[in-house]
């Protein structure tokens, strides 16, 4: 009884180790939309890395928009030209997000 009441406590401590506390860009999505020619972010290319609570830091992974574990909010007019705040937030955890802002110009 005892060793599985001590595996326990090692488990759950072991958890707690391995919490997400933040993203960060490895390489960032792209910044620069054109009006009349982008109608939807690209994340072509993106990278993500995660930092846990104990310090570890994961390689990089790839972000699609397809990705179901994120959540991408946003209020873009891609008509209109401007700076626009974008956020990528983890369904699971909600207070685990990641901003960027990207920017609507006109075309040549």
């Known amino acids: 009884m005892l ?3 001590i595996s326990l406590i090692t488990l759950v ?3 707690s180790d391995i919490v997400v506390i933040r993203y ?3 390489q960032y ?3 620069i939309y054109v009006i009349g020619e982008d109608t939807e972010l690209d994340f072509n290319g993106t990278t993500f890395r995660t930092v846990h609570r104990d310090g570890f830091i994961s390689e990089a ?3 699609g928009i397809d990705n ?3 959540e991408i909010r946003h209020e873009i007019d891609f008509t209109t ?3 626009y705040r974008v956020e990528i937030v983890h369904r699971a955890q909600n207070n685990l997000s990641q901003v960027f ?3 609507v110009i006109h075309g040549n």
Do not use: K
């Open 24 to 26: 960060e860009f490895v």
């Open 81 to 83: 030209p401007g700076i």
């Open 29 to 31: 999505p792209r910044l």
């Open 61 to 63: 992974y790839s972000f």
């Open 101 to 103: 802002y990207i920017e």
């Open 3 to 5: 060793i599985i009441i």
């Open 68 to 70: 179901r574990r994120h």
């Open 13 to 15: 401590s072991c958890d």
